[in-house]
């Protein structure tokens, strides 16, 4: 039998506290620039009692990826494991991967003189790129590759409140069940999955 | 060349790292990294899938249509029916002084860069993506700029000539007489009907397409004073979906304009060139405005400007 | 009883988190054109980027929960923060403030040498300058108005011992002015 | 902190009073929301603000800023008029808990919620929660001490767990949670004006004590002081220090403070950010020791004679840290020392050179005890390690002697080998608490992570409450009764603190006479080690079990009284909850409190001002401002303010408003919309510095040095006002007037 991986982010609402540290934790390991957002963490009806919550999103490593279906020139290409990643030195900045994105995690670098766009960056699930392992042009384009070194992604395993969980569907679907469980709420599908795994 | 381009690539690609948050200068916290950012997936099914299913159903194999097909009719026109020649002999009138002609190839130039490379963006694959197709869409930028410059004096310099009159249905009705081989007298005044709907489109679709490319390249702007009850990365996608949409109308009525002035008149290249037109060609073509300005006696002042040319 | 079994699944999670990454290693490594099955990848597969590096164990500074850093050192520079993901209290967590600590050392924003003010114009001064001019000046303003002229504020950015040295700094200088943030 | 953060995961109600852990300490949080998980344990915060902890709350309570005391009487008043308190503990663990019970009284739930503001209805509802599922937690921060009656709420708090009998138990407790890294450390160092190292006070045995330890004369550490009198007297605070240069009010020494020395203190983390600014502008001289550009010299316009001396990051020194649950942690040294920066330490050592006292400075290090004295035993010493030896070697009172490096070091190895919900060790840890919290008697002690806990043997962290008062007061028994045994202890009930004189009466011992004469006076100086190694023989920890005070004869008020806040939106009440009259020589500086109150503040200053953190900065948000990834994400000071109250004076979201104060003070900011705050108050974030009333102070940081973020420090406009006891600035309670800009 073949196992297969399917790796999954989930942000867990009951917990997500909006420190904001996934995305300084993605900042500081990938080195990114001031301004781009790999992750981001959103609070809604902030300070609305009882309604308030907040999410940590980025890219959700969709199957069947929208970006991946739109890029013009193909840059994107999906893992076995179903991390989607895309190749930088073929990304034109063209920006329909943000318009088909249900989550907003393109993210796109800006020259300061002229405002152009440069090369869509996003979340790579700290998988590196299509560049050599460990290179340093991986290092530069597209952050650490600790999938290689048999880590866990940054944001994740930060997350101050494990509200942030990364791994194969199976294991965080498990994690997500239990905590439901424990809480005595029935299990809810987690932000977004809908969208992102049909 | 390629030097050059090399640098200009390098220009491009490398033109300064992101700048840091300068003290106090609070980094725009609306639109795409706001609470909207959320608020916004459920409504991906609205634009987001209609782009979705557009992107990979239809823009390559529209466009792809409308750059074979059009040309194709074209070429049969040419060789069923082939151009039309009108004698230089006569006199010429000046019907584009120079401050029009200037604006015209300002914006032509504009469209030379915009129609090519924006099929380089949607056919990006074919080219291997990367740093050639980057360019393309840069270019594509530069192009649009040319244009955005002159699209308001364009518009206002030829407003009033290009409003419809009652002669352009007619027009309509013979198709500007070009299915047939013999010479005519055709109903338009100094723009026919099929220039006036160029200029309509080109115009007012082409403002459009630079407030949608406008929004598109800037992608985070503030709108949330404009009350438009969409999110911001729905009119995104609208923007897109308009400006292909617009885009492939453009496509074809560029090509059409372009074999008009090239292939279907000839000379008519020369005539936006010097800005003078033959006295057969308007006689013929523009019969309404022959007759007016030989009514109004302006023919003399018009023919004084422009030397008549030389028979070869 | 349920709830026990569900901490106890979250520390398997964890776990397996760390089996599942390393077997989406062997993807890392043949990248696209790897066979469809997924393998445990190998001791060998498992590179690190910074070979040789050390790893120091230390405690984030920002803080009274005490979450554990772990900063890799390659060739005496701080190269990159890693989790501790087994330190007792925080189990690799941090916030925002936490996993940015490498940026204390990394920020171009550290003052590189003693600086002084001379006219409203700070001036590069070096160490012995700097301190021959404040001790003197700190000697005279004591001989002038006694050791109660001077107010020393430590802080909780002090090490313990650090902490204790400075309030026997104070003492030995002669007064009780000392204070640190506690006091708010 | 009495339990620690993983204990938290056992309690089953966990209530917050004036704190914000999902912001200031997010993976403290983590414990709690565990908790909740595991437990299903009720997440009741009582905050004037509703913040993110309380956005995961089961019950959030609205309090008016500074009315915590009614709030816990209301749920005394409950508590004792259901009968759900703990009589049995109450009785052999507390002292005069009737005192409190007839207060309490008083309070019904209509009387508080005219004073709280908190509907009936929910007072009912939070006090059957807390006190119906137990063991509850209590945390509190500085919500509850930020005030002029700070201490007294301190007290209150523990009250209310004494009452429910939650202290001294796994999930229960009095749990501070402290602001930085190592400020419980720093703290138990006594970095602070009135008292030494170890809360040995100021007294002269203590000194004495300390100059013995030190190996210097004590008579030429007295002729360091301007006259022995000033050995014993308090100092100057943090709070106040600058009434010492301005002389304002009075001061109470004999010359003006001319020289400040600053290493590491964020300037602007205290009220009154004008005046402290203008004391800096009268100094003689400002040396300021720091990583980073301390606001210190920066909002000052003093032209000459400041001086910032490059300081390491705590990444570059090595020692040890102590955390809010007092345990110690080894913080190894990362890397070298950057550019020309210097430790804390040296720059400590280099000056204490130039000052003539460096012998005697670091003689410390070099000593051990020899027959109960501590003598010199070697020429030189290694930092940190030696220091840390020192400290272990001293510090009695809060039981540092196990706390050796080698120890320390163990730990921070092995760290893994500690559970999270215990702090257990186990495999080659077995029998040791992680980071060995404080109490840790001896250097084979497991350390205690739950303070005044009975029911485990001392050698595994029990003990009762210290006896430092005395057996009796006013014919009344102070120490614990019959059924206070800590388990495993041959000595029944409570018992006094451990000296040389009644050691054998305690405990029923003999002692050789040869030991005895080595033995120190008490448990708190014996250096010979022996009073706590008989004492955790009879299974007892040395300083006594008594029982807890609920009535405390030394304090202005023996029992927490309500004292409305000096600027209160309520004047009405302050005549029937005056607060104090004023203090003349407080920490050598007058300090007003009736004086300030008697005038109606409110008529003016309409809107209640309270200030606290945001999670991407800490204090005076010094190094985080120098972070570009932080401060992009919060990177100008804003006032959070209800649009209800907002649109009353014409302001829209983002417009910038004046922050007024009734001393005369403003800050220009930004408002920002948000319902967390109620319309009659207002919320400042106190992180910013750099933007003085309106005036950017950005040209004076040195060239390259300005932060990322710069802004008006929320302190500037913080109230006049200080706490009784410890002098704590009242920033969390104040009054102000906005307006548009």
């Known amino acids: 039998m073949y196992e297969y991986a399917r790796m999954k982010f989930y942000c867990d609402e009951d917990r997500c506290i909006d420190c904001h540290g996934c995305e300084v934790a993605c900042s500081d390991a990938n080195e990114l620039p001031v301004g781009i957002h790999r992750r981001k963490v959103i609070t809604l009806n902030e300070g609305i009692e009882g309604k308030e919550f907040s999410v940590s999103i980025a890219c959700m490593h969709c199957t069947d990826a929208p970006c991946f279906q739109v890029c013009p020139v193909e840059c994107f290409y999906i893992r076995e494991d179903g991390i989607v990643l895309h190749d930088k030195d073929k990304c034109i900045g063209c920006g329909y991967c943000l318009y088909a994105c249900p989550f907003g995690a393109p993210q796109f670098p800006r020259d300061g003189a002229f405002g152009i766009r440069g090369v869509m960056d996003k979340c790579t699930m700290c998988a590196g790129g299509p560049a050599p392992t460990f290179s340093i042009k991986e290092r530069e384009l597209y952050g650490q590759n600790r999938i290689a070194e048999g880590k866990v992604p940054m944001c994740a395993a930060i997350c101050s409140t494990n509200a942030l969980i990364v791994g194969d569907a199976a294991h965080v679907a498990a994690i997500k069940r239990a905590r439901d469980a424990a809480k005595g709420k029935g299990a809810m599908t987690p932000y977004g999955w809908d969208q992102a795994y049909k | 060349m390629k030097k050059f381009l090399l640098i200009c690539l390098n220009v491009f690609l490398y033109a300064g790292v992101v700048p840091l948050v300068e003290p106090n200068q609070a980094p725009s916290k609306g639109g795409l990294i706001s609470p909207e950012l959320i608020e916004a997936i459920p409504h991906w099914h609205k634009y987001g899938e209609l782009f979705l299913y557009l992107q990979t159903h239809w823009v390559k194999l529209i466009f792809l249509i409308v750059l074979i097909a059009v040309p194709s009719v074209f070429l049969i026109h040419y060789l069923i029916i082939g151009p039309k020649i009108f004698s230089h002999k006569g006199r010429n009138f000046l019907i584009f002084p120079s401050w029009q002609r200037i604006i015209h190839w300002i914006a032509a130039a504009g469209w030379i860069l915009l129609v090519p490379t924006g099929f380089i963006v949607i056919y990006g694959a074919f080219f291997g993506g990367g740093p050639f197709v980057r360019f393309a869409r840069y270019l594509h930028v530069i192009g649009a700029v040319l244009f955005a410059i002159v699209v308001l004096p364009m518009t206002i310099m030829w407003l009033k000539d290009m409003l419809p009159r009652l002669w352009d249905i007619k027009w309509m009705m013979i198709l500007g007489g070009y299915l047939v081989k013999r010479k005519q007298e055709i109903p338009a005044h100094k723009f026919n009907a099929g220039q006036k709907m160029w200029y309509w489109f080109a115009m007012f679709g082409g403002i459009i397409m630079i407030i949608t490319g406008v929004m598109m390249y800037f992608q985070n702007f503030d709108l949330s004073k404009w009350h438009l009850g969409l999110f911001q990365i729905d009119l995104l996608r609208l923007a897109v979906i308009i400006h292909l949409t617009l885009a492939l109308i453009l496509v074809a009525l560029f090509f059409t304009h372009l074999y008009m002035s090239l292939f279907a008149i000839k000379g008519s290249l020369d005539s936006m060139i010097s800005g003078c037109k033959s006295e057969e060609e308007l006689k013929y073509l523009h019969s309404i405005f022959y007759k007016e300005i030989i009514k109004k006696g302006e023919d003399k002042e018009l023919s004084e400007k422009c030397p008549p040319l030389k028979e070869d | 009883m349920s709830s026990l079994k569900e901490l106890e699944k979250v520390k398997v999670g964890r776990r397996s988190f760390l089996k599942m990454a390393a077997l989406s290693t062997a993807l890392g490594a043949t990248g696209l054109n790897a066979a469809p099955a997924v393998r445990e990848a190998t001791c060998d597969e498992l590179k690190d980027p910074y070979p040789g590096s050390k790893k120091v164990k230390t405690i984030c500074t920002t803080c009274s929960v005490g979450c554990g850093i772990i900063a890799e050192v390659y060739n005496g520079v701080w190269v990159r923060q890693e989790v501790a993901q087994d330190h007792p209290i925080s189990h690799g967590s941090h916030c925002c403030k936490g996993i940015d600590s490498i940026d204390t050392v990394r920020t171009a924003k550290r003052v590189k040498h003693p600086l002084k003010k001379v006219n409203g114009k700070w001036q590069r001064i070096s160490w012995d300058q700097a301190v021959n001019e404040i001790s003197e000046k700190m000697l005279e303003l004591r001989k002038k108005h006694g050791p109660d002229a001077a107010m020393f504020l430590g802080s909780a950015k002090m090490g313990t011992e650090q902490a204790y040295y400075f309030r026997k700094f104070a003492a030995m200088w002669g007064t009780n002015n000392i204070d640190h943030q506690a006091r708010i | ?741």
């Open chain 4, 1 to 741: 902190m009495t339990n620690h953060l993983g204990d938290i995961q056992n309690s089953k109600a966990i209530i917050i009073f004036g704190a914000n852990p999902a912001v200031n300490h997010p993976v403290g949080f983590k414990h709690i929301l565990k908790a909740k998980e595991r437990n299903n344990a009720v997440l009741i915060v009582v905050d004037p603000r509703y913040t993110k902890t309380a956005a995961k709350a089961d019950l959030y309570v609205r309090i008016r800023p500074g009315t915590d005391i009614p709030f816990m009487y209301g749920m005394l008043h409950l508590i004792f008029k259901y009968g759900w308190e703990d009589e049995e503990y109450i009785k052999n663990r507390v002292f005069r808990m009737d005192y409190i019970k007839k207060e309490a009284k008083k309070w019904t739930p209509e009387k508080v919620a005219d004073v709280t503001g908190v509907p009936t209805d929910v007072l009912i509802q939070v006090t059957r929660a807390y006190a119906s599922n137990k063991p509850g937690t209590l945390l509190w921060a500085m919500g509850l001490t930020q005030h002029s009656i700070g201490s007294s709420n301190t007290r209150m708090a523990p009250i209310l767990q004494l009452a429910l009998g939650n202290m001294g138990k796994f999930g229960g407790g009095c749990n501070i949670l402290r602001g930085h890294d190592n400020v419980q450390g720093a703290t138990d160092m006594c970095c602070l004006s009135h008292s030494l190292p170890g809360y040995y006070g100021l007294s002269e045995g203590s000194w004495k004590y300390f100059a013995h330890n030190w190996g210097v004369d004590f008579k030429w550490l007295q002729n360091r002081f301007a006259t022995p009198k000033m050995m014993h007297t308090k100092g100057f605070t943090l709070s106040k220090w600058w009434q010492g240069v301005l002389q304002e009010e009075k001061i109470y020494q004999p010359t003006p403070i001319k020289a400040l020395w600053v290493q590491g203190n964020g300037i602007t983390s205290v009220a009154q950010t004008a005046k402290v600014q203008q004391a800096l502008d009268k100094l003689d001289l400002l040396v300021v020791a720091e990583p980073f550009a301390n606001e210190a010299a920066v909002i000052t316009n003093k032209t000459d004679n400041v001086y910032i001396l490059p300081t390491t990051t705590q990444f570059e020194d090595e020692g040890s840290v102590t955390a809010t649950n007092r345990t110690a942690q080894w913080r190894s040294k990362v890397i070298d020392p950057l550019y020309e920066s210097k430790t804390d330490e040296e720059i400590m050592f280099t000056f204490a050179k130039k000052f003539g006292f460096y012998d005697e400075f670091v003689r410390g290090m070099m000593m051990g005890v020899r027959n109960g004295k501590a003598v010199k035993v070697k020429d030189t010493f290694k930092w940190p390690e030696d220091a840390t030896r020192e400290i272990a070697r001293i510090i009695k009172t809060i039981g540092l002697t196990g706390w050796t490096p080698e120890r320390l070091k163990k730990h921070q190895e092995n760290w893994h080998m500690f559970d999270e919900v215990t702090l257990k060790g186990i495999g080659p840890m077995k029998g040791e608490y992680y980071g060995l919290p404080w109490p840790c008697w001896t250097e084979y002690h497991s350390g205690s992570p739950v303070l005044y806990n009975i029911g485990i043997p001392v050698m595994e962290g029990g003990m009762g409450f210290r006896a430092r008062f005395g057996t009796e007061y006013e014919g009344e028994n102070l120490l614990a009764g019959p059924f206070a045994t800590i388990k495993g202890a041959k000595v029944k009930g409570g018992y006094p603190e451990l000296t040389k004189e009644n050691i054998e009466k305690v405990l029923g011992i003999k002692i050789p006479a040869r030991e005895k004469a080595i033995m120190g006076k008490n448990w708190k100086v014996d250096l010979s080690g022996l009073i706590a190694k008989y004492a955790l023989q009879a299974g007892v920890a040395p300083y006594g079990n008594a029982k807890a005070r609920a009535y405390v004869w030394t304090f202005p008020d023996k029992i927490p009284m309500h004292r409305e806040p000096l600027h209160t939106p309520r004047y009405d009440l302050a005549k029937i909850y005056p607060t104090y009259p004023d203090k003349k020589d407080q920490y050598r500086v007058d300090t007003k409190f009736i004086s300030i109150q008697k005038k109606d503040w409110a008529k003016d200053f309409p809107i209640i001002l309270t200030t606290g953190r945001l999670v991407m900065y800490s204090g005076a948000g010094l190094i985080e401002r120098n972070s570009k990834y932080l401060a992009a994400l919060e990177p100008e000071m804003f006032a959070d303010i209800n649009p209800a109250l907002a649109y009353k004076y014409g302001i829209r979201d983002g417009d910038m408003i004046w922050i007024h104060s009734p001393e005369g003070a403003k800050i220009k900011v930004k408002a920002r919309f948000t319902y967390s705050v109620s319309p009659d108050r207002i919320f400042l974030p106190f992180h910013f510095a750099g933007i003085m009333e309106g005036k950017n102070m950005s040209k004076n940081y040195p060239e390259g040095l300005i932060p990322y973020a710069i802004g008006e420090s929320g302190n500037t406009v913080a109230n006049y006002g200080y706490d009784i006891v410890t002098q704590i600035p009242e920033t969390k309670a104040g009054l102000v007037r906005i307006e548009k800009a």
